[in-house]
């Protein structure tokens, strides 16, 4: 008796009194991370660098991942470098502005003391010289900003085929195989469709329009301008057709095919879980909380693509603003004294700032649509378990 | 496509430009007139000029073009599939 008892005692002591170091793991943290080793994103970012140009040299990609899956985003660095360039922008461009003000005020001086003379073609001469100077300043940098736009639509079609062959990966792990097998086409399709549409058409079109609108502000009775009036508008509505069509083929497709896989999902776990005798339900639900991960990394990928094409389109945007606004206020304070071809110069000017300004915008906002509007629908078919 | 659209744009500001330093330079009186309205159907020609061209408007088939164009593109893309 005294013998068992010491020996229970003694095992007591023992096991109170040693203890081993005991490591908790946060499963999730894990499951994602594996998950993350497996489908090789840090490669995708990495080769991301590429397309995404300067804007994020000091913006590292992978602390915004790892903060997009834990659901903070962190806006106000963005936003800071987003003024930065905005100042910088205004001011460069307001030298060629206040070269054409300098350029209008001369010329305007010299027509107050020519008109005194009986030749009228001094002052047509004059009106010429100050016009072919006015040209030159502006077309110094417009080439450059059209090839700058140029690269930026290039950037942003390689990049969303980085992107979504990625994501549509991440989709068929998360369990929407229809939505992805209807939708990578569609979406690849119109990338590369209006990204060679624009390079070709759009933009040389741009180019022509400008010509127009230069060649026919040298006299006062010749004009062209309802030809390019008339390509302005047939921009605009190509751009929204493709737009809409777009959003709504998506959308459209996009629902019916959620349905279509959160059923075919919620039938294949419960016939799991009540078919497989001893480890089904257990099965299932880990299968669950694994896809649930899968889920999360998806999202924050997405998010992470939405934050690199703004930041792609973000230059020329700011850039084509605010040189559309100074344009516009150039012309009008110029008003009073100039001659009224320029005034109307640099208001169309303006305008086709405006235009390109309205490509860039509509090409960024498809794609972003397109990649939520992706995220979405097959978050949608999770939703049923 | 693109050469086509510059020659195109070329003439179409090379005749503005010509009639703008005629009508400058042209002294007012009765020929004026006259002379604005040839250079209006010049510069009317220059930009209606791709579709003027007689053998092509004659023979233009439109459902063909795009046959031609696609097969075109179809054989382009089956030599650099090989």
Redesign the interface.
């Known amino acids: 008796m005294n013998k068992k008892f010491w020996c229970t005692l003694i095992i007591l002591l023992i096991w109170f009194t040693i203890k081993a170091p005991v490591y908790a793991s946060n499963l999730d943290e894990e499951i994602i991370n594996d998950t993350q080793k497996s489908f090789g994103i840090s490669d995708f970012l990495e080769e991301t660098k590429k397309y995404t140009g300067n804007f994020f040299e000091d913006v590292n990609i992978e602390d915004m991942l790892d903060s997009a899956i834990t659901g903070n985003i962190d806006n106000s660095t963005i936003f800071k470098k987003i003024l930065n360039l905005f100042g910088k922008e205004l001011v460069s461009s307001m030298k060629t502005l206040v070269g054409i003000l300098v350029i209008v005020l001369v010329h305007s001086i010299l027509k107050a003391i020519s008109e005194g003379f009986e030749n009228d073609s001094i002052s047509r001469i004059i009106y010429y010289v100050q016009y072919i100077l006015i040209i030159t300043l502006i077309m110094n940098n417009f080439s450059s900003l059209i090839s700058n736009i140029n690269n930026t639509i290039n950037n942003l079609t390689g990049f969303t085929n980085c992107l979504i062959p990625l994501l549509t990966t991440l989709m068929v792990y998360t369990g929407s195989i229809t939505t992805s097998s209807l939708l990578e086409p569609i979406i690849l399709f119109v990338v590369d469709f209006i990204g060679n549409i624009i390079g070709a058409l759009v933009l040389p079109a741009v180019s022509i329009i400008v010509a127009l609108i230069i060649v026919s502000k040298i006299s006062d009775k010749i004009q062209i301008v309802r030809l390019a009036d008339f390509m302005k508008s047939s921009i605009g509505w190509f751009l929204g057709i493709i737009l809409t069509i777009f959003v709504g083929v998506i959308s459209l497709e996009g629902t019916l095919t959620s349905s279509v896989d959160g059923i075919t999902a919620k039938t294949a776990k419960a016939a799991i879980s009540s078919l497989i005798p001893v480890v089904g339900k257990v099965l299932g639900d880990s299968v669950d909380s694994v896809l649930g991960c899968g889920i999360v990394l998806k999202n924050a990928v997405g998010v992470v693509g939405v934050v690199i094409i703004i930041g792609i389109c973000i230059v020329p945007i700011i850039k084509l603003a605010t040189l559309s606004i100074l344009y516009s206020i150039s012309s009008a304070i110029i008003e009073p004294i100039a001659d009224e071809k320029i005034v109307r110069l640099l208001g169309e000017f303006s305008s086709i700032f405006k235009l390109l300004l309205g490509i860039l915008c509509s090409v960024s906002v498809l794609f972003i649509i397109g990649i939520t509007l992706v995220i979405k629908i097959s978050n949608s078919g999770m939703m049923y378990r | 496509?693109?050469n086509f659209?510059g020659k195109w744009?070329e003439g179409?500001?090379i005749a503005?430009?010509v009639?703008?330093i005629f009508?400058?330079?042209l002294p007012d009186g009765n020929i004026k007139k006259y002379v604005?309205i040839v250079?209006?159907i010049y510069?009317i020609f220059s930009?209606i000029s791709p579709f003027v061209d007689r053998k092509e408007l004659y023979n233009l088939n439109i459902s063909k073009e795009i046959d031609t164009y696609s097969n075109n593109i179809v054989s382009n893309e089956t030599n650099s599939n090989r």
């Open positions: 496509m693109i659209l744009i179409i500001a503005v430009i009639a703008s009508e400058m330079i604005k250079l209006g510069i930009i």
